[in-house]
């Protein structure tokens, strides 16, 4: 039998003290038991488990999509529930989550947006909007993601967490991983990095019939609600079981203390590891594109965070033209209301995108990627697309004659980066 040191054993019993803070506001619905499966603690922590150990201060990144970036959800309630564990211990974040974006745009952000902090711990969070991905670019880009965590510093501990949205519920129900988490699952083992499914409590209170997934507020009565849309869980119900599940995975993960395998062959074979975001230097483009700072303009402004500059345009002159050698690429950019479909000429190749969808009422951040194509040189060549889209049919409604304007323009708006897969970029 191994003993604990009065370390660890003061670390569970604060841990235990937060779990009460957390849940308190639950506990007419916290009557079950924590289920062991719902965390697989793989090589543990030891870099935070250090860490804490030496009063050092933490920094934690949080990588995913919408339900990470949410106000007051899992994301800003674990981090409080740490730093209350552990009043000694300064606690700090990297938010890093951008809604409707998954871990194929997540591999090339990561550099900027989470590595370019050093934190101490990277949380990964795509479960979601992962759901119904090819699973080979899901494991490419998860291996991507954390081969380059390891090749930055390979003491930052990384954590997988899934979330879940309700048309996953046919394999949670029968105990089964769904396509996406599974595709995820093989890179965590492979790698030994520690996962946690955050809905374990969700899950318990639904099988109870103490909680419903969807309804216009949090509580019915006795019943928990889990969220509005049965996606995004309210900040009070769904998010605050998500956060407590994470609270009661800690210790567990803590408590593993198996050795970290350095050096490991890539599982998939064409991991992302060389992914990145290239600058839109100006060979790239002609000149009906206009480069602006992002504070001087009204759509822009908003991204600011995301996006130094934007390039801009609505002519239909615009013109990217470019050669690199890899074998995939794409555009991080804004699409709403003024979004337009694009053609693109790959080594004489045509094809067409459309960069409208149903959600495109507001601008937002967003993003496409190529299909594969063989690894070498191409020349590339894009264009705004003369074909004019019926918004109306995509968002199934007629326009007022207010918007008629709003929607009719024609416009590109993409971020001063341009993503490139496993390639050099070059005019």
């Not at 951008?98 to 550099?111: A, C, Q």
């Not at 119900?237 to 998500?242: A, E, K, P, V």
């Not at 050795?259 to 002609?286: C, S």
Request: charged share 20%; glycine share 6%; aromatic share 12%.
């Amino acid at each position: 039998m191994i003993k604990k040191t009065s370390k660890q054993i003061s670390i569970s019993l604060m841990l235990i003290q937060v779990l009460a803070i957390i849940i308190s506001p639950l506990m007419a619905y916290s009557q079950f038991s924590f289920s062991e499966n719902a965390v697989l603690p793989q090589t543990g922590w030891p870099n935070v488990k250090q860490r804490i150990s030496e009063a050092k201060p933490i920094k934690i990144a949080y990588l995913g999509g919408s339900i990470t970036n949410a106000k007051d959800g899992w994301r800003s309630q674990t981090l409080s529930g740490l730093q209350k564990h552990f009043p000694g211990i300064l606690f700090s974040q990297v938010s890093a989550g951008v809604s409707g974006t998954g871990s194929d745009l997540g591999v090339f952000r990561i550099d900027k947006d989470v590595l370019a902090f050093n934190p101490d711990l990277v949380l990964i969070e795509f479960a979601v909007n992962d759901n119904g991905k090819n699973t080979m670019l899901i494991k490419e880009s998860i291996e991507g993601i954390i081969t380059k965590i390891k090749q930055k510093n390979s003491n930052t501990d990384i954590g997988l967490v899934y979330t879940m949205e309700r048309s996953m519920m046919d394999y949670i129900q029968k105990n089964q991983n769904t396509p996406s988490i599974g595709a995820v699952e093989e890179v965590a083992v492979y790698y030994g990095v520690p996962s946690i499914f955050l809905p374990d409590k969700v899950m318990t209170l639904y099988r109870e019939a103490k909680l419903v997934f969807s309804g216009d507020q949090p509580c019915k009565g006795d019943t928990m609600v889990f969220s509005k849309d049965n996606v995004h869980p309210y900040p009070e119900t769904g998010h605050r079981l998500y956060a407590s599940t994470f609270m009661e995975a800690v210790p567990v993960i803590f408590d593993q203390s198996a050795k970290k395998e350095e050096g490991k062959k890539p599982l998939t074979g064409n991991p992302f590891r060389q992914a990145q975001l290239v600058p839109l230097a100006k060979p790239f483009y002609n000149t009906q594109w206009q480069l602006l700072a992002t504070p001087n303009d009204t759509v822009a402004k908003k991204f600011a965070n995301r996006f130094d500059s934007v390039l801009y345009s609505g002519s239909k002159d615009a013109v990217f033209d470019f050669t690199f050698e890899g074998s995939r690429f794409g555009f991080y950019e804004l699409i709403g209301p003024g979004s337009s479909a694009y053609n693109i000429n790959i080594d004489g190749k045509d094809s067409t995108i459309i960069r409208f969808d149903r959600y495109c009422t507001n601008w937002r951040a967003n993003y496409f990627i190529m299909p594969e194509i063989l690894p070498g040189i191409h020349h590339v060549t894009v264009k705004i697309s003369p074909v004019a889209i019926d918004k109306e049919k995509i968002l199934r409604r007629s326009f007022t004659d207010a918007e008629k304007e709003l929607f009719s323009s024609t416009a590109f708006y993409t971020g001063r980066n341009f993503t490139v897969r496993e390639a050099h970029i070059y005019k």
